[in-house]
């Protein structure tokens, strides 16, 4: 069963750091692009950051400089970094799998037709 499981979320004081894990249960994990997004309350889900199976990686502009993502493809988890949060930054946190094998991590929330149930982030000011 293809299954995308989130952890790591929970409160935070800005300025902090936290770091959210995926694991997945998914075929082919090597050979996709996985990334995370998230969904702050009355927004569009928007991508955050992504990352190849052979490592290439994308950050949002909002993220980047601050965050760092990663994966194991042994382990099959994907991992995302934040530091210096701020309150904008309170969401929740999406992982999510590529629907194509071997393609560059995608900013379209289209090009992701495997997700997890999210894990919630709240940085308080």
């Known amino acids: 069963q293809v299954q995308l499981v989130e952890s790591g979320g929970g409160l935070v004081q800005a300025r902090g750091s936290l770091r959210l894990s995926c694991a997945a249960s998914?075929?082919?994990?090597?050979?996709?692009?996985m990334a995370w997004f998230r969904q702050a309350p009355g927004q569009e889900r928007e991508f955050v950051a992504g990352i190849a199976g052979g490592g290439f990686l994308v950050y949002a502009d909002s993220v980047k400089g601050r965050s760092s993502i990663s994966r194991d493809n042994t382990k099959r988890t994907v991992d995302l970094e934040m530091g210096n949060l701020k309150p904008e930054d309170t969401a929740i946190y999406y992982c999510a799998a590529a629907g194509k094998l071997w393609t560059a991590p995608s900013r379209a929330e289209n090009d992701y037709n495997q997700w997890g149930q999210g894990t919630q982030v709240t940085v308080s000011s």
């Open positions: 998914i075929p082919n994990f090597s050979n996709l692009a």
